[in-house]
T-cell receptor, first 110, second 118 residues
Framework: RKEVEQDPGPFNVPEGATVAFNCTYS??????FFWYRQDCRKEPKLLMS???SGNEDGRFTAQLNRASQYISLLIRDSKLSDSATYLC???????????FGTGTRLTIIP | GAVVSQHPSRVICKSGTSVKIECRSL??????MFWYRQFPKQSLMLMAT?????????EQGVEKDKFLINHASLTLSTLTVTSAHPEDSSFYIC??????????????FGPGTRLTVT
């Protein structure tokens, strides 16, 4: 079983719609969780950290469910510029090592 | 925000040659940097953790004699792909964590180096 699993998509969503991604992780000792965004042929960029209490940043909402070991990302009122691959990232243990999911590809359709 | 640079951004080399990639933290000191590799349509895979002033820690399956890492200063780590072969063609990305800012192990990524071995 992969340490971090995501639905690879692709998700093709009309502009203005709401889209949600889920991600599961296998190690219950995982401590920190993130969503990164990666545009084609570019480096990943941090979108948001994910906290147990859930957090929101504008149109983006992230949730963490430790009991079920999954993380979600909700994008509301999607825009063309949201088209990218979204990477679920987990840190396990006391070191700084990050484990990446394979990413979910999102395309917003005008 | 914290900035990490990489050089070169793209390199094409012949099979059997060696290629050096530099990763620099521009506005902070990074005692630890990370080297990742990403093949097309796959996710980032950690290759090694680069520690300033000590030996790098390699992930399982990554040959330390083939991928030489040097972290000689707090702002520079280098990855040398020795005797490169076509199967080494990939997108190599470094990252660093600024211990003075952010929490939760946030890392800042360089723009990546696209290596093509012919």
């Amino acid at each position: 079983r992969k340490e971090v699993e995501q639905d690879p998509g692709p998700f093709n969503v009309p502009e203005g719609a709401t889209v949600a991604f889920n991600c599961t992780y296998s190690n219950s000792a995982s401590q920190s969780f993130f969503w990164y965004r990666q545009d084609c042929r570019k480096e990943p960029k941090l979108l948001m950290s994910v906290y147990s209490s859930g957090n929101e940043d504008g149109r983006f909402t992230a949730q963490l469910n430790r009991a079920s070991q999954y993380i979600s990302l909700l994008i509301r009122d999607s825009k063309l510029s949201d088209s990218a691959t979204y990477l679920c990232v987990v840190n396990t243990g006391g070191n700084e090592k990050l484990t990446f999911g394979t990413g979910t590809r999102l395309t917003i359709i005008p | 925000g914290a900035v990490v640079s990489q050089h070169p951004s793209r390199v094409i080399c012949k099979s059997g040659t060696s290629v050096k990639i530099e990763c620099r933290s521009l506005d902070f000191q990074a005692t630890t940097m990370f080297w990742y590799r990403q093949f097309p349509k796959q996710s980032l895979m950690l290759m090694a953790t680069s520690n300033e002033g000590s030996k790098a820690t390699y992930e399982q399956g990554v040959e330390k004699d083939k991928f030489l890492i040097n972290h000689a200063s707090l702002t520079l780590s280098t990855l040398t792909v020795t005797s490169a072969h076509p199967e080494d063609s990939s997108f190599y990305i470094c990252s660093a964590r600024d211990p003075q800012r952010g929490g939760d192990h946030e890392q800042y990524f360089g723009p990546g180096t696209r290596l093509t071995v012919t």
